[in-house]
């Protein structure tokens, strides 16, 4: 049965060939003058809204709507009232001296505490500097590991806590 099939086959392609090359060549030369075609003249929607009132206004988009969707634009005090860290304002284009609440947060690692009978200490690293700092430290007058200004209030080992004042804020930071 195999055979029988695959005898078919044969026998059809053969004969399709066959047939194919046997068929009449006539003149497939088409000789057709495209000169006397009218070429024609593109109308866009708006040109044929124009032009017949009869058609309803499909193609044009209807700005009202989209405009009475939009969202007002906050007020310049809106916006730098809800800032907390950054710029003082941030429509500002730059400000020369660097933020050292931004650089205290992302800087500054609390690394460990260490309790001794005398004193808390705290392992932090700041701008590539590791060590340790104690209460009453003050960067830049006894210490590199913080700010310069910036002042250790507490330090909680139960709690796992580190209290910094820093421009008159409490940075609150936690292992």
Same mark, same amino acid.
């Given at each position: 049965? /195999?055979?029988? #099939?695959?005898?078919?086959?044969?026998?059809?392609?053969?004969?399709?060939?066959?047939?194919?090359?046997?068929?009449? /060549?006539?003149? #497939?030369?088409?000789?057709?003058?495209?000169?006397?075609?009218? /070429?024609? #003249?593109?109308?866009?929607l708006?040109?044929?809204?124009?032009?017949?009132?009869?058609?309803?206004? &499909?193609?044009?988009?209807?700005?009202?709507?989209?405009?009475k969707?939009?969202? *007002?634009?906050?007020?310049?005090?809106?916006?730098?009232?809800?800032t %907390?860290?950054?710029?003082?304002? *941030?429509?500002? &284009?730059? !400000?020369?001296?660097?933020?050292?609440?931004?650089k205290? #947060?992302?800087?500054?690692?609390?690394?460990?505490?260490?309790?001794?009978?005398?004193?808390?200490?705290?392992?932090?690293?700041?701008?590539d500097? &590791?060590?340790?700092?104690? !209460?009453?430290s003050?960067?830049?007058?006894?210490?590199?590991?913080? *700010?310069?200004?910036?002042?250790?209030?507490?330090?909680? *080992? %139960?709690?796992?806590?580190?209290?910094?004042?820093?421009?008159? &804020?409490?940075?609150?930071? !936690?292992?």
């Amino acid at each position: 049965m /195999k055979i029988s #099939n695959r005898l078919k086959i044969l026998i059809i392609f053969i004969a399709s060939s066959f047939l194919i090359s046997c068929a009449k /060549k006539g003149n #497939n030369n088409i000789d057709f003058d495209f000169s006397t075609l009218k /070429k024609t #003249n593109k109308i866009s929607l708006a040109d044929r809204v124009l032009k017949d009132p009869g058609i309803k206004n &499909e193609g044009k988009i209807d700005n009202k709507s989209f405009i009475k969707d939009l969202v *007002p634009l906050k007020d310049i005090d809106q916006v730098i009232s809800k800032t %907390k860290f950054g710029k003082k304002d *941030p429509f500002s &284009e730059g !400000e020369l001296k660097s933020n050292k609440s931004n650089k205290l #947060n992302s800087d500054f690692k609390l690394t460990g505490f260490l309790n001794t009978e005398n004193n808390k200490y705290v392992f932090v690293s700041y701008l590539d500097n &590791e060590g340790t700092i104690m !209460e009453g430290s003050i960067g830049g007058v006894n210490t590199n590991l913080l *700010p310069n200004g910036a002042k250790v209030l507490k330090i909680d *080992p %139960k709690n796992n806590q580190l209290i910094i004042n820093f421009e008159n &804020e409490k940075f609150i930071f !936690e292992m």
